[in-house]
C-alpha cells in the first residue's frame, strides 16, 4: 500500500522553531514531486512548499524566508523546517506525493500545527 505518514506537529510559540517530516513507502520515492500543503481554521487547503524529483523548490509568498523544504531519498522522506512561526501558520499541514505525468497523487493524514502565546 501506499502511505505518507507526517509526524513533528506540536504547540509552540511565536518566533519558534518546528521541523516536519513525512516518511513515504509505497511508491518509488526518487519519481515523485512531494510537497506540504495546510489548512488553517476557517481556510482553503493551500501549497506551503514544493519539491520536485530533481530538487527545485518552490514557496507560498506568506512564508518565503522562513519555512525551507528538502528531501531525503535515501530515506523516502520530505521534511519542512519552519523557523520563525506565526499564528497565522496555525493549521493541519499536509503531505502531497504526485506525479503529474500519470496523473497520480497520494496525501497523508496530516499533522498539527498550533502557534500561539
Known amino acids: 500500500q501506499v502511505q505518507l505518514v507526517e509526524s513533528g506537529g506540536g504547540l509552540v510559540q511565536p518566533g519558534e522553531s518546528l521541523t516536519l517530516s513525512c516518511a513515504a513507502s509505497?511508491?518509488?520515492?526518487?519519481?515523485?514531486?512531494m510537497g506540504w500543503y495546510r489548512q488553517g481554521p476557517g481556510k482553503q487547503r493551500e501549497l506551503v512548499a514544493d519539491?520536485?524529483?530533481?530538487?527545485?523548490?518552490q514557496y507560498a509568498d506568506s512564508i518565503k524566508g522562513r519555512f525551507t523544504i528538502s528531501r531525503d531519498n535515501a530515506k523516502n522522506t520530505v521534511y519542512l523546517q519552519m523557523n520563525n512561526l506565526k499564528p497565522e501558520d496555525t493549521a493541519v499541514y499536509y503531505c502531497?506525493?504526485?506525479?503529474?505525468?500519470?496523473?497520480?497523487?497520494?496525501w497523508g493524514q496530516g499533522t498539527q500545527v498550533t502557534v500561539s502565546s
Open positions: 502531497n506525493a504526485r506525479r503529474t505525468a500519470i496523473v497520480v497523487n497520494y
Open positions: 509505497g511508491i518509488f520515492f526518487r519519481l515523485y514531486d
Open positions: 519539491i520536485t524529483s530533481g530538487s527545485s523548490t
